[in-house]
């Protein structure tokens, strides 16, 4: 039982390059979110699903996108990488509202 | 809106004093949970609790202790005899039933309890 689980952990690209990120959980949970967390401002949150199927934007969606074809995996797709998106990324998940979230450990995404 | 305010950014103790950390909040929602999350310089978010809008009971759990009062919006954070492995970053967060349940994070308060 792993829980919720990031890959890679961490990685570099360089300006224009693109990469998906993988997060996977063994909860069985309905939803899914992709939070950035960058220095001084807290996690945001960028895209996140509700179920299989459905993605929706969150408060930072701009750069990338997102995919969940199967209940367990959450895809974010960053297309064409920019300095700004250097951060580090904690995927989320939930039963609801009322329960609590758990999350990976985190991927640090570094863009040159 | 929906926001969460946590005013201070760092604070410094030395070991067994007391420490408050503060989170006022605000929503329209009347059906809302509030979080509390440490994040350990390993960079994990460990869950520390949860509490619903319609329970405003305080909370005690082991040193820590939760102080939630609708009336003022805030739900504080106590740490009594803080110790070095509290040293940390502490976020606040707030969830309703918008964005799939997604939380609303504060930008933390960072934690640094000295020997």
């Known amino acids: 039982n792993a829980g919720v689980t990031q890959t890679p952990k961490f990685r570099v690209l360089k300006t224009g390059q693109s990469m998906t990120l993988l997060c996977a959980q063994d909860m069985n949970h309905e939803y899914m979110y992709w939070y950035r967390q960058d220095p001084g401002m807290g996690l945001r949150l960028i895209h996140y699903?509700?179920?299989?199927?459905?993605?929706a934007k969150g408060e930072v969606p701009d750069g990338y996108n997102v995919s969940r074809l199967k209940k367990q995996n959450f895809l974010l797709g960053l297309e064409s990488a920019a300095p700004s998106q250097t951060s580090v990324y904690f995927c989320g998940t939930s039963g609801g509202s009322s329960y609590e979230q758990y999350f990976g450990p985190g991927t640090r995404l570094t863009v040159t | 809106a929906q926001k969460v305010t946590q005013a201070q950014t760092e604070i410094s103790v030395v070991e067994k004093e007391d420490v408050t950390l503060d989170c006022v909040y605000e929503?329209?929602?009347?059906?809302?949970?509030l979080f509390w999350y440490k994040q350990p310089p390993s960079g994990e978010l460990v869950f520390l609790i949860r509490r619903n809008s319609f329970d405003e009971q305080n909370e005690i759990s082991g040193r820590y202790s939760w102080n939630f009062q609708k009336s003022t919006s805030s739900f504080n954070f106590t740490i009594t005899a803080s110790q070095v492995v509290d040293s940390a970053v502490y976020f606040c967060a707030l969830s309703t039933n918008q964005a799939g349940t997604a939380l609303i994070f504060g930008k933390g308060t960072t934690l640094s309890v000295s020997s």
């Open positions: 929503t329209r929602d009347t059906t809302y949970y």
């Open positions: 699903s509700v179920g299989e199927g459905t993605t």
